[in-house]
């Protein structure tokens, strides 16, 4: 079974949410990635998310877009983030790990994305391809990878089925109208749609955007399977870039952690 | 009145391969509410009285198809002939569209206008619009626009809009663009995006192509009085591709008439530095749709290179992708420096100074009227005036105010 499925499925059986934390590849350079990839696992992470940087990348709010910039400078490719996931792998062949882009990026390397093996990537989520149309359109026919769609507050009730249907990995729950990073949850919206996603589908739901404090992560984590920390890792990231003291990110790591339990 | 004679695009959006809706999900319901309206109303006689209405009232259209003399005796082969859009209220073609889209956004009861501008023409059409209906009204434009276009920034201002200056990536009208979506993917409730162009996603491509359909209609008219009979050529500038889908559309099933889409050759298309994706891209996602696009290996967009704002952009609308190829039109490309020269020989011959955009139309004439004889007439899409490029031309040629 893929990775992602079983590590999702074992954390549901013992009643457990899931800890999803986000991170640029390259961004300030491939070493630093792996070093963080580690240190999130270390400070309870469960899944992986890596940012596939591109040029135009337009669900992003300013922290992230800056952090894709910054991975650019340094001529990040998918193949190099597929090197890293394999150094990665030489140590931890546990934790699960998205790519998380845009299909322009994908589609250009289409062949390596075919080439996935089963021990690599787990799982890709394609911010610009709308849940309800088959990635296999796209070439994007690999085994070893699962799809995780985008489900948002303004998604309609006939569209969340059919989404919910071609996601293999988890639904992605926009808790926001907005991009990466924005604030303002509606939790009351959030809780509703959520619970409307689970009479489609089976498949585990997790909450992202916009989740910054331990408040919003035990609130929403108690009413899906999991949640999704992007900018605010991000933000850090680039604020220690240069001194390296990335002590901080595990620190708010294992609250958040504490936080969803 | 309808607006449409093509099949395209199918109900996916898709011209051929090209097209479609690559958007982030919180969009898709915003696109689905826009293209239901659209549907709507395109059939319905109130509205379209009403686009027409204003097109004649407000922008002055007809706009005149107006036999230049001096450029014809210049090139001593077939008749030229300039479609004057730059004649238009506010001076481009752009208005066309932005009439027609402010009507999509009052019928649908929105209240906050955006857009995104490159040259500025269509962020002054949208400022424009929403000034006369009162709405409120932003517009994102790169600061390295923001810079070359310093004037229609303060006509923009004049007219009661917000400028946002875009400082990532490129600085120019992609990123803008890419703003542009964010602040609708954030207010998307209340808030109608007027695209410039005839990029974006699914229906974007299709109304703006619509709206702007009108030059065309009217060329067909205004020729069979002229000169009784189709023209042999259209000229028009590629950037987007707005002015050019516009006047091209209704001619595509008139196959007697050769339809030529000329796109910004920068330093020169063999350089590597221009906009000219038709001419050396290769199709990509970008902005919601597949097209041609200026990209690298790894699927990274190229930063374009041109003299004009408006045409600096690294896609193309994906209807022209799918003319490109089933070969219904030629894409050609000219350089700055051409199309710099073909702007002072316009200016000095015709008493007509066109947008820096649009000399790029006017400069393919120089190799086009060599292969064409006597009896043929061409019509050149004058897409907007150039007193906007007054500050970019008098740099280059060295004079300071």
């Known amino acids: 079974m893929n990775r992602l499925t079983s590590k999702l499925q074992n954390l549901k059986e013992s009643n457990k949410k899931a800890l999803v934390a986000y991170l640029v590849a390259g961004d300030p350079n491939l070493d630093t990635t792996l070093d963080l990839m580690h240190l999130f696992v270390d400070s309870g992470v469960d899944v992986i998310e890596i940012g596939v940087p591109f040029t135009d990348p337009i669900a992003e709010g300013p922290i992230i877009q800056k952090a894709h910039d910054r991975a650019l400078k340094n001529n990040i490719s998918l193949k190099m983030i597929l090197e890293l996931v394999d150094k990665f792998r030489e140590t931890n062949t546990q934790t699960p790990i998205v790519l998380m882009g845009y299909l322009n990026t994908f589609i250009s390397h289409i062949e390596l994305v075919q080439s996935i093996g089963e021990n690599s990537a787990d799982s890709i989520l394609v911010v610009d391809v709308p849940g309800e149309l088959n990635l296999q359109t796209y070439g994007i026919t690999n085994p070893n990878i699962n799809i995780i769609s985008l489900i948002s507050p303004t998604t309609k009730d006939d569209r969340v089925e059919s989404i919910a249907k071609n996601s293999t990995g988890f639904i992605y729950y926009v808790t926001l109208r907005g991009v990466t990073g924005s604030s303002n949850l509606n939790i009351e919206e959030i809780k509703n749609n959520i619970q409307k996603i689970q009479q489609y589908s089976d498949a585990p739901t997790m909450a992202g955007f916009g989740i910054k404090s331990v408040e919003d992560a035990s609130t929403l984590a108690a009413c899906s399977d999991g949640i999704v920390i992007g900018s605010s890792i991000v933000e850090m990231i680039a604020d220690e870039s240069k001194s390296k003291e990335f002590g901080r990110i595990g620190e708010y790591l294992r609250e958040m952690k504490t936080a969803i339990s | ?203 974007y491509p299709m109304i703006v192509r619509d709206f702007n359909s009108v030059v065309g209609k009217e060329v067909i008219e205004q020729s069979k009085d002229l000169f009784g009979k189709m023209p042999d050529a259209v000229v028009a500038c590629v950037g987007g591709g707005s002015n050019a889908m516009g006047i091209f559309h209704p001619f595509i099933d008139i196959k007697e008439t050769r339809l030529i889409g000329v796109e910004a050759g920068g330093e020169g298309v063999s350089t590597g530095e221009h906009a000219a994706p038709l001419n050396d891209g290769t199709p990509g996602v970008l902005h919601g749709a597949r097209s041609y696009l200026m ?107």
């Open chain 2, 1 to 203: 009145m309808t607006f449409s004679n093509s099949n395209f695009p199918d109900k996916e959006g898709f011209y051929g391969e090209y097209g479609g809706k690559f958007v982030p999900e919180t969009l898709m319901y915003a696109l689905e509410e826009l293209e239901n309206t659209y549907n709507k109303l395109k059939d319905n006689k109130d509205f379209i009285d009403e686009f027409y209405k204003d097109l004649s009232h407000f922008v002055g259209r007809p706009s005149p198809l107006y036999f230049a003399q001096r450029l014809t005796d210049h090139y001593k082969s077939g008749s030229i002939w300039l479609k004057r859009e730059d004649l238009n209220h506010t001076g481009a073609h752009k208005i066309n569209n932005t009439v027609g889209q402010i009507l999509l956004a009052k019928y649908m009861g929105k209240k906050r206008i955006i857009a995104e501008t490159g040259a500025g023409q269509h962020g002054v059409a949208t400022a424009t619009v929403a000034a006369r209906l009162g709405l409120e009204c932003h517009i994102y434009m790169g600061a390295e626009d923001v810079r070359r276009q310093s004037l229609n920034v303060y006509r923009i201002k004049l007219l009661g809009a917000h400028v946002h200056p875009v400082d990532s990536g490129s600085a120019t009208l992609k990123d803008a663009l890419n703003e542009a979506l964010r602040d609708w993917v954030t207010n998307v409730d209340d808030t109608y995006y007027i695209i410039g162009s005839v990029t974006g996603p699914h229906p």
């Open chain 2, 295 to 401: 990209q690298d290996e790894s699927g990274q967009v190229k930063d374009t290179k041109s003299v004009s704002a408006g045409l600096d952009y690294p896609g193309v609308g994906p209807e022209h992708s799918w003319l490109k190829d089933i070969g219904r039109a030629e894409y050609v490309a000219v350089s700055d420096d051409d199309a710099l020269k073909a702007f002072h020989e316009v200016t000095e011959l015709e008493g007509i100074m066109p947008a820096l955009e649009t000399a790029h139309a006017f400069a393919y004439l120089e190799p086009l009227m060599k292969e064409l004889d006597s009896s043929t007439n061409v019509v050149v899409n004058v897409s907007g005036r150039g007193d906007k490029d007054i500050n970019t031309v008098a740099e280059i040629d060295g004079i300071e105010f």
